[in-house]
């Protein structure tokens, strides 16, 4: 009796899990049905399958605003996330690598103050960072969106790695030292390889939060033809004509599959790079 009260308690949960599941994955299922139907039928139709089935909402979104094609804002969108993905792991890494294992003057300090500016607003940074890269010319180029990712100044990601690398026994830098590796060599022969997990983990987030990011690419990219997949998706809406849904939504659910796709590819990693860095302190 006890087993099949067991049984039926696992079987409702399940269920739940499964409806909660798939509440959660409607909107998606839902925007790729939309782009599949035609732009007079997307809000007549609230079924996800479509009634009428038709391609040409990729075709025309493919196309863009005409001046520039979509294929463009795809080659800007990945440059940036890239290249901010690269440096945010690899200088992050060596300023978490600092604090975790060297000693120098006002370590503790730094950290701290490191700390704050994890939990400052960026909006409070956003004037002032706009003065100082007009100041530099940097205005509708990539620069203020990758430069800064070569100074590791998303504190997140340097605590994160931090309490991963705090994890990590100190004997294998005392067995380097004494085998003559130098600070930097112990940096890149056996720190930077056991962080691995936390390194892709970092990457995972980097890419993901660049290639979402809407506001510094509207802030500092003025031409079309520097603008990435989520300025390229708005130009698709008109406040004061016509929409186009039908584009906008297919050029969405492409948008969606470099994530979709990093995130599967990368998740056993990232699962593990979450786990230690929780488990460690």
């Known amino acids: ?20 599941g798939l509440g959660m994955l409607y ?22 399958w479509p009634k009428v089935f038709t391609s040409q909402n990729y075709r025309e979104g493919w196309k863009g605003i005409g001046i520039v094609g979509f294929n463009t804002f795809f080659k800007n969108s990945f440059i940036i996330c890239l290249l901010s993905a690269f440096a945010n792991a690899m200088f992050c890494s060596l300023t978490a690598y600092a604090f975790a294992r060297l000693r120098f003057v006002g370590k503790k300090f730094w950290f701290a103050i490191m700390m704050i500016t994890l939990m400052l607003p960026s909006h409070v940074t956003t004037i002032p960072r706009y003065i100082m890269f007009r100041n530099f010319g940097w205005i509708n180029t990539f620069l203020p969106i ?29 067995s380097a030292l004494i085998d003559g590796c130098s600070k ?60 186009s849904w039908g584009p906008m939504f297919a050029m969405s659910v492409l948008s969606l599959i470099p994530a979709f796709t990093l995130f599967f590819s990368l998740q056993k990693y990232f699962v593990r790079g979450i786990a230690t860095t929780g488990i460690k302190g």
């Open 27 to 48: 909107p998606i299922l839902w925007l790729i049905g939309a782009s599949f139907k035609p732009s007079n039928m997307i809000f007549t139709d609230p079924g996800i």
């Open 184 to 243: 930097f060599g112990i940096y890149t022969r056996i720190i930077m390889p056991l962080t691995v997990p936390a390194l892709i983990t970092t990457l995972l987030f980097s890419f993901l939060w660049t290639w979402d990011d809407f506001f510094n690419q509207l802030l500092y990219l003025t031409s079309p033809n520097r603008y990435t997949v989520p300025m390229g998706l708005r130009l698709f809406l008109d406040s004061s004509g016509m929409s």
């Open 146 to 174: 990758i430069v800064p990712k070569f100074f590791a100044t998303d504190a997140f990601f340097i605590f994160l790695l931090v309490q991963f690398i705090r994890g990590l026994p100190r004997d294998i830098d005392e």
């Open 1 to 20: 009796m006890q087993t099949k009260k067991t049984l039926f308690n696992h079987l409702l949960l399940n269920a739940f899990i499964i409806a909660l």
